[in-house]
C-alpha cells in the first residue's frame, strides 16, 4: 500500500528547500570580500585579452 502524503507540507518542504539554494547561490555571490571580487574581475580580463590575442584576422583579398 502506498505512503499517505500531505501535498500542502511536500510543497512547502520544496519551496524551502528551493529558497535555502538561493540563499546559497546569494551568499557566493554577495558575500564576497573586495579582494576576491577584483581577483575574480583581474582574471576575467586576463581571460578576455588572452582570447582577443589569439584570435585570427582575415586575408586581404
Known amino acids: ?3 499517505i502524503v500531505n501535498l ?3 510543497r512547502k518542504d520544496r519551496a524551502r528547500a528551493a ?3 538561493q540563499a546559497q547561490a546569494n551568499r557566493a555571490q554577495f558575500g564576497r570580500t573586495k579582494a576576491e571580487k577584483s581577483l575574480t574581475e583581474a582574471e576575467a580580463a586576463r581571460i578576455t585579452r ?5 584570435k ?3 586575408a586581404p583579398d
Not at 588572452?50 to 589569439?54: F, K, N, P, R
Open 56 to 58: 585570427l584576422t582575415p
Open 1 to 3: 500500500m502506498a505512503e
Open 50 to 54: 588572452t582570447v582577443d590575442g589569439a
Open 19 to 21: 529558497d535555502q539554494a
Open 8 to 10: 500542502r507540507k511536500v
